[in-house]
């Protein structure tokens, strides 16, 4: 029930803002599952993990303030013209085909020792599956404000596109993670995914076309920001991290307050050190021992 009632609303979050800024935020989620396991199944949240939720934060307000503003659709006709549009054909045919040669070329090859080439798969089929998402959020605010969207065939075809995409992005999802580590799959994932939808936005919505200078660098900022928290955050999430690792002058109890060349138990330079080895001296004291 909650995973649902999650999903609904991420799906509603597509139909009142920019799917740019909705799919990058998604790495909350990741953040929030981490910090309440810590929480109440008492896994630990290494200092690794802390430092990636903090970024994911920082990351997430930057691009929340620098977001860019979709071109209006507020019509199943408008969103007819957008799919219509010469660019985004070109970018659908390029993510069908490429998914092609990944599925039935590169996967029995190379599917079992490269992680990119199933999530490759899932990111490239998700940037379509969020298109229809969009176009079907536009569809329901149409039906509850009294529209006969039900006799519209876009609105059917975005659903059925909508489970063939989600039905692939799934299955090769879980092909990946079957194969492949959860700590390597997820943020290679997240990356991609985001990347793919960012630009399949991008084209069919124009997010970026008025977007200044400012927005764009803080944008592309806020997302190298969550990127670097997410891969933090499950890279080395099963590294220990103790006081040990931590330079000597750091660790507690180990600080010498005396400079390293005064010390006693330190070893000396090569500039003392003798110039034959113990046992060669040994050897050659036998020797002068034999001569007299």
């Not at 799959?185 to 793919?196: K, S």
Request: glycine share 6%.
């Amino acid at each position: 029930l909650a995973v649902g009632v999650g999903e609904a609303a991420n799906f509603a979050a597509y139909a009142f803002a920019p799917a740019t800024l909705v799919t990058p935020l998604g790495a909350l989620s990741v953040l929030v599952s981490a910090v309440l396991s810590s929480i109440f199944l008492n896994e630990q949240l290494n200092v690794h993990g802390k430092i990636g939720c903090m970024l994911s934060i920082l990351g997430s307000t930057v691009m929340v303030i620098h977001a860019p503003q979709e071109e209006e659709v507020s019509s199943l006709e408008s969103m007819a013209e957008k799919l219509k549009d010469p660019g985004f054909i070109v970018f659908a045919v390029c993510v069908l085909v490429s998914s092609l040669l990944l599925i039935f070329v590169a996967g029995p090859r190379y599917g079992q020792s490269n992680v990119l080439v199933y999530v490759l798969v899932c990111s490239a089929i998700g940037s379509l599956s969020v298109s229809c998402v969009k176009g079907l959020g536009i569809a329901l605010k149409e039906l509850f404000s009294g529209k006969p969207v039900l006799k519209e065939p876009l609105a059917w075809v975005l659903l059925v596109c909508l489970v063939i995409c989600i039905s692939i992005q799934i299955n090769y999802l879980n092909k990946a993670l079957d194969i492949f580590n959860t700590s390597v799959v997820t943020p290679i994932y997240y990356v991609l995914f985001t990347t793919a939808v960012m630009t399949c936005s991008a084209i069919l919505f124009k997010e970026w076309q008025h977007m200044v200078l400012d927005n764009i660098i803080g944008s592309i900022s806020g997302f190298l920001t969550i990127v670097s928290g997410i891969f933090l955050l499950h890279a080395f999430r099963d590294m220990p991290f103790t006081p040990n690792l931590l330079p000597l002058f750091l660790q507690p109890g180990r600080a010498n307050p005396h400079p390293p060349w005064s010390s006693a138990d330190r070893h000396q330079s090569c500039q003392h050190q003798p110039l034959l080895p113990q046992e060669d001296k040994g050897s050659q004291s036998a020797e002068e021992e034999e001569e007299e």
